[in-house]
């Protein structure tokens, strides 16, 4: 079964830092494509990065601010977010697709399964 759950959200002044932990519960993520996604108020669920394959991917906005990772044993997946904007407040949702892909990984149709968020304040 492919079961997950995203953690590590909280507030945080600008200029901070988080990292979020996507851990999966009974299975790995080696070899799946995982993406990492935000969902604002009033907005449309945005990709925010996501690996693929030998590529890790970002969206044009956290470019040089987030990085994504993995544990050794493929059982978690981070995503380390610095000099954080109140314009990344928003609900973060790690999402998992089983079959392989070709082509980007942005994109949220491509995903079978999603956690169930968590979430992300950068305020004053």
């Known amino acids: 079964e492919v079961q997950f759950v995203e953690s590590g959200g909280g507030l945080v002044q600008p200029g901070g830092s988080l990292r979020l932990s996507c851990a999966a519960s009974?299975?790995?993520?080696?070899?799946?494509?995982i993406g990492w996604f935000r969902q604002a108020p009033g907005k449309e669920r945005e990709g925010v990065s996501c690996?693929?394959?030998?590529?890790?991917y970002y969206t044009d906005s956290v470019k040089g601010r987030f990085t994504m990772s993995s544990a050794n044993a493929k059982n978690t997946v981070y995503l380390q977010m610095n000099s954080l904007k109140p314009e990344d407040t928003a609900v973060y949702y790690c999402a998992v697709r089983r079959a392989f892909l070709r082509g980007s990984c942005l994109v949220t149709g491509i995903y079978d399964y999603w956690g169930q968020g968590t979430q992300v304040t950068v305020s004053s």
């Open positions: 690996t693929s394959s030998v590529f890790t």
């Open positions: 009974g299975f790995t993520f080696d070899g799946y494509t």
